[in-house]
């Protein structure tokens, strides 16, 4: 498969040359304009049942580390909200800036926040994750937004395995985490129909912005900004500015489940 980044020669804007659905109808991430949000009294609250005794490492992929869990089972699941069935996650990951004024993927009346976190479930009704990967209902991203403020001690428990993944295709085992703390307090949330912020960019995402952030030290995005999107023995690439920019709204509607 073509090999992408977010340098300036494979960045976002080279993405279409190799994945021409990078021009697509329903393109993530996009600015959230909350005025223009309409509130649907028929989503359901969400309901997040995480077993942290499912996760299992966390990898340096050359894009963004990673969370992967054990997804054999209905124990750690999404159901609810704008989704139907049941979806299990896969793996969480985070998109971050160079510096604390950007970083996110999705905005807020164009407002960047420092990071984002995405929590990835597929959609049961496939077989697995590779089969649910390019289906129009097959995933379910949660987004959490990062702002800068006390320290986040959750978050600080995956900080502190990155010297054992600082660069690309490192990993190492991560057990006994629990994403759920990873959420803010509020579960309100903004959903649309998007896709992969990433190559291949399918448009297979139900998308589930929560309103609410989590909080984040600005030494703690210091500590993001250490990974490298470069292997071992190469000139080392600080991992940062690994996001995506707001893409065309192309007639969509973002929902609401709160006023
Ligand atoms: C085997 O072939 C493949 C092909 C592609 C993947 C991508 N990985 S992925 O689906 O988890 C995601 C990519 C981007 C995500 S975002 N930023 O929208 O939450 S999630 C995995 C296996
Ligand atoms: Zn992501």
Redesign the pocket.
Known sequence: ?HSWDYSTQGGPDKWAEHFPIANGARQ?PINIIPSQAQFDSSLKPLKIQYDPSRSKDILNNGHTF?VTFLDDNDSTILTGGPITGTYRL??F?C?WGGSDNNGS?HTVDGVKYPCEL?L?HWNTKYAN??EA?NKSDG?A?IGVFLKIGSANPRLQKVLDVFGAIKAKGQQTTFPNFDPKNLLPASLNFWTYEG????P?LYES?TWIVLKDPISVSSTQMQQFRKLLFTSAGETPLCMCNNYRPPQPIKGRKVRANFK
């Open positions: 498969s993530s990673q896969k793996q990951h998109h993927e995405h990835v994750f590779n990967l995933l991203v896709s992969l912020t990433t291949p995402v």
